[in-house]
């Protein structure tokens, strides 16, 4: 982006803020929308109310009191974002991500922290953890993160002292990440989004119960799966009583019958040749992978479910590396649903840029409606750095005052860091830092060859480029 490109940003965030003005029922909370903002939009190296507070010259008790006392609609204004979503955004190949990821924080009164599992950090941490849905086109050349909710601990439903000092809703309790991210679909597509497809990481694809509500809800999905879940190949026989499918009327596969023992042994998969495909690019090379698909069955509540396509893919550099995916559309080109299948990094890509970039995990109130409100109000920062950075793309300019600023070049204005402050650390997503690919080429299928010449350290390169810039800010 040029300098003049960064100037013109100001009139434009206040033109996009207006769209959410009737959340606010008064003058001052519209106003204090546009400080926090601002302030998640700034080179402060943290993100939390009372920097951002000190940026805006008000007291620090103003934006605290903004995000846990002011009277403002929420759940209006996370519809909104969706809306607009909806009406400027809309793609027919619209993929909808779902994820979670861990904020570490200390100490037991911070609504819904728990020592758990924390991607963030790779370990059992003192952490809250979210669950968000982010939106991307087809091309991957747009994404926005249009959804978030805090996770309620199960132990935190046992607790009512700690719910009342952390001001935990009467009728929020502890529900399972896959029932909040079903809600969070449910949601969006009342809100007027539609997504062509829906995909997820194995421990959603795993849940019965999550892929079942996605096909009652009519909506696709290509999800990964874990090796071990049990199914078989070939339809199965219909049970005798009441269309129940019995364990002695599943066909005797020599494969066996979890996933990856079926992809390994069943002639039903193994007979079927590899196709390679070009799945993305990456700033070093392509990244290929070969696969193969069947139908697939399996039981649910005593009766059988499917037929599903069952796809079995492997990395041509590292065959040992293996994924499964599978998907409740069986009529649609194998391109077609493993370029689904390696959709889930806008999403890892959206969580990365709001906590290195908007700050977050930088939250330090303690009550569950602040908490869910700074989430809400990431998005919102997060999608007007998304559209801008998608319209930006589309200029033509000269770049040469302007570099990114991961490479380190000279300043414009305040668009690089001041002397003597250093940046902001980039935060990794759930599960550490992922690689982010380029827009991808819709995952053409190339010829039989052998792996492409590069070698085995340049696998799977990290992109160097990022979507939103930390050391871009923008004066109103």
């Not at 929308?33 to 008000?58: F, H, N």
Request: with cysteine.
């Amino acid at each position: 982006m040029t300098a003049d490109q960064i100037r013109s940003l100001g009139p434009a965030l206040s033109e996009y803020l207006d769209e959410f003005a009737d959340c606010f029922k008064s003058g001052d909370t519209r106003l204090h929308l546009k400080e926090y903002v601002r302030g998640q939009l700034s080179d402060l190296p943290r993100k939390s109310v009372e920097p951002m507070a000190r940026l805006a010259d008000v007291p620090p008790r103003t934006l605290q009191e903004f995000l846990s006392l002011s009277d403002w609609d929420q759940e209006l204004l996370r519809a909104r974002l969706q809306q607009l979503i909806a009406r400027d955004h809309a793609d027919p190949g619209a993929v909808g991500v779902v994820d979670e990821s861990g904020h570490p924080k200390k100490g037991r009164k911070t609504a819904c922290v728990q020592r758990q599992y924390c991607g963030t950090t790779g370990k059992i941490d003192n952490c809250v953890m979210t669950v968000h849905l982010a939106y991307a086109s087809g091309d991957g050349a747009f994404r926005a993160m249009i959804d978030s909710d805090l996770f309620l601990p199960e132990g935190w439903d046992n607790d009512p002292a700690r719910r009342r000092a952390a001001a935990v809703p009467d009728g929020v309790h502890y529900r399972p990440k896959y029932d909040i991210a079903l809600e969070q679909v449910r949601r969006a597509r009342a809100n007027g989004v539609r997504f062509a497809w829906v995909t997820a990481d194995e421990w959603y694809g795993s849940k019965g119960p999550f892929v079942t509500a996605l096909e009652r809800m009519g909506q696709p999905f290509v999800l990964e799966v874990r090796r071990d879940l049990l199914g078989w190949l070939g339809a199965p026989e219909p049970g005798r009583r009441g269309g129940v499918t019995r364990r002695d009327d599943r066909p005797r596969d020599g494969g066996g019958r979890t996933i990856g023992d079926l992809c390994a042994g069943s002639p039903a998969m193994t007979g079927r040749p590899w196709k390679r495909f070009h799945v993305k690019d990456t700033s070093k090379g392509p990244m290929v992978w070969e696969a193969r698909a069947a139908l697939w069955w399996t039981e649910r509540d005593g009766r059988s479910a499917g037929p599903y396509r069952l796809v079995v893919a492997r990395d041509v550099l590292d065959p040992s590396e293996v994924k499964y995916f599978l998907s409740d559309v069986t009529d649609v080109p194998l391109r077609v649903t493993l370029r689904v299948a390696f959709s889930r990094w806008p999403v890892e890509r959206c969580l990365e840029d709001e906590k290195g970039e908007l700050g977050l995990s930088h939250f330090e109130c303690r009550k569950y409606p602040a908490v869910l409100r700074h989430l809400l109000l990431t998005q919102v920062s997060h999608l007007f750095l998304a559209r801008q950075c998608r319209r930006l793309r589309g200029e033509k300019g000269r770049r040469d005052d302007l570099p990114s600023p991961r490479r380190g070049r000279g300043p414009v204005g305040r668009a690089a860091a001041r002397p003597g402050r250093p940046r902001p650390p980039r935060r990794a997503g759930r599960g550490g830092d992922p690689p982010h690919p380029g827009p991808q080429r819709g995952g053409r299928e190339v010829p039989r060859q052998g792996p492409p010449p590069q070698a085995a350290g340049d696998r799977h390169p990290r992109r160097a480029a990022h979507l939103l810039s930390p050391a871009v800010t923008v004066n109103w």
